[in-house]
């Protein structure tokens, strides 16, 4: 059975940072591509990063230079690390391994 469990998010001020992470069970880690995806209330799911096995990353044009993807295999988590971060990137994020199993999400709000 594969469990994503994601963590991380929170409240924070306008150019602070959080990191989100997302934690992946019962998939062969070593070989998923790591997604991560936001979503305000009335509006579709975003896409914003991927990882990929080989560690390429890509990010969406309103987050790059401000987020940062990691993956610890150790521990077959992947990060979102957010910098500077605006009001406008609030959202609930969620993460999904191979673009199939999917996290709980996890919400972030940034508000001064």
């Known amino acids: 059975q594969v469990r994503v469990v994601q963590s991380g998010g929170g409240f924070v001020q306008p150019g602070e940072s959080l990191r989100l992470s997302c934690t992946v069970s019962?998939?062969?880690?070593?070989?998923?591509?790591l997604n991560w995806f936001r979503q305000t209330p009335g509006k579709e799911r975003e896409w914003v990063a991927t990882?990929?096995?080989?560690?390429?990353?890509n990010f969406t044009d309103s987050v790059k230079g401000r987020f940062t993807l990691r993956r610890d295999w150790a521990r077959n988590t992947g990060h979102l690390q957010m910098n500077s971060l605006e009001p406008s990137d609030t959202a609930v994020y969620y993460c999904?391994?191979?673009?199939?199993?999917w996290g709980q999400g996890t919400q972030v709000t940034v508000s001064s």
């Open positions: 019962g998939f062969n880690f070593k070989i998923g591509t």
């Open positions: 990882i990929t096995a080989d560690g390429s990353t």
């Open positions: 999904n391994i191979q673009g199939r199993f």
